[in-house]
């Protein structure tokens, strides 16, 4: 399905592959209701996160490097 990639790690956190705290782990089964209760357009997102990966740091150690979007 297009949505796992979103999913992922959501459900390795429940899964216990990902150790977190409860509170994380109560985020990722609420963010995982969302998928029953709203459309999500999983090509409206890649647009998204494509603009994001293309925008650089421009100031620091990260200088001139992209931003690096992490799972979470």
């Known amino acids: 399905m297009e949505n796992d990639k979103y999913k992922e790690y959501a459900i390795k956190v429940l ?3 990902i150790t977190t705290c409860n509170y994380v782990k109560q985020a ?7 998928f029953e209760k ?13 603009f994001i990966r293309r925008l650089k740091h ?3 150690a990260h ?3 992209p931003f690096e979007l992490l799972p979470y």
């Open 28 to 34: 990722c089964k609420r963010y995982l209701s969302f």
């Open 15 to 17: 899964n216990g592959e």
């Open 63 to 65: 200088n001139g490097k």
């Open 38 to 50: 709203y459309d999500f357009r999983s090509d409206k997102i890649d647009k998204v996160v494509n």
């Open 58 to 60: 421009f100031t620091g």
